[in-house]
């Protein structure tokens, strides 16, 4: 088939090099966000370049101009591999068979744009991967292909997305685009009983409260590992938190109290139990280890983070 693929980083990247890869396809375009100064540029770009393929980098799908271009390609399908631009119903529905599109949840579960944090940060057990036809609404549409992935007690947001998600992710992209090739590919409704919705999950509100279960700041923590950072407090400057494991029972400290330092960890101590530290971040460094930290600070035992 002759394939559009719009996507963004190392996700949209991977995409395409996997469709050209396997050699059964035409790229006849690549789309990706326009260049924003001063940042790096998108790996989707770098990559098409590289390769000698088309592309395309419009401010948005709306334009008369861009949706023409769009119809002079005759694609047969739209690939979209993480997108942060909204695509409109007439610029899906260009290509022959119309656009699918990635999202790492189990949809209609996790709608939103930070879909991998959250199940994470809600103790959940399982989360995974759907390949959907987009509509209108967000994260919306009929699903046609779709993924478990398990969620280990332990996992962090890093484990999930690039241990278990990424590359699985990829292959069923590829998986999706030949059950479209074969005909009648499934076109399954979203249960809107069950649909969720977040949006970002950005580091102000990831401030960590000592006072919650030591289940839930542990959960917090690791769904925000490596972003954007659960953080807490001391002497009034922020400390953020990364590298982490939960101890259960009580350990008879009050809540954000140190209450052990260890040749590879600090002991935070929470309700129920306490967070075993061993990666964090101080407002003016970069990310050290628990035992950096306390020589850089002079730590003891007995200060209390948050207060």
Same mark, same amino acid.
């Given at each position: ?7 963004? &980083? ?46 395309? &980098? ?12 769009? *119809? ?38 996790? *709608? ?33 292909? &779709?993924? +478990? ?32 090739? !074969? ?5 399954? /409704?979203?249960?809107?009983?069950? !649909? ?18 030591? !289940? ?5 923590? *690791? ?21 982490? *494991? ?24 929470? /309700?129920?139990?306490?967070? +075993? ?8 460094? +970069? ?21």
């Amino acid at each position: 088939m002759r394939l559009i693929l719009n996507g963004q &980083q190392a996700f949209g990247k991977a995409t395409l090099e996997a469709i050209l890869e396997k050699g059964a396809d035409e790229i006849v375009g690549v789309f990706c966000a326009p260049d924003k100064e001063g940042k790096p540029v998108d790996p989707v770009k770098e990559f098409a370049l590289e390769k000698g393929l088309p592309l395309f &980098q419009p401010p948005n799908y709306t334009d008369k101009e861009v949706l023409d271009h769009m *119809r002079s390609l005759k694609a047969d399908l739209m690939v979209m591999a993480y997108m942060i631009i909204f695509v409109p119903e007439e610029a899906r529905d260009i290509p022959t068979h119309g656009s699918i599109c990635f999202h790492p949840s189990l949809l209609p579960k996790h *709608r939103g744009p930070s879909s991998i944090n959250w199940p994470i940060i809600g103790g959940a057990t399982e989360t995974g991967i759907t390949i959907f036809w987009p509509d209108d609404g967000l994260d919306e549409g009929f699903i046609l292909h &779709q993924d +478990k992935v398990a969620i280990g007690p332990d996992d962090t947001l890093g484990d999930i997305y690039f241990g278990k998600i990424f590359d699985r992710g990829v292959a069923m992209m590829l998986e999706a685009i030949d059950m479209v090739k !074969a005909g009648n590919p499934p076109k399954i /409704p979203q249960n809107e009983d069950e !649909a969720t919705y977040e949006s970002w999950c950005r580091k102000k509100d990831m401030q960590i409260d000592w006072s919650k279960p030591v !289940a839930e700041v542990y959960n917090q923590i *690791r769904g925000c590992n490596p972003q954007p950072g659960a953080w807490t407090t001391i002497d009034g400057n922020e400390l953020s938190i990364f590298d982490s *494991r939960k101890v259960d029972g009580d350990t008879g400290g009050k809540p954000g109290e140190v209450v052990d330092i260890a040749d590879d960890h600090i002991l935070v101590a929470a /309700p129920g139990g306490a967070v +075993k530290v061993m990666r964090l971040r101080p407002h003016d460094d +970069k990310k050290i280890t628990a035992p950096e930290y306390v020589a850089k600070v002079g730590l003891q035992k007995g200060k209390v983070l948050g207060a």
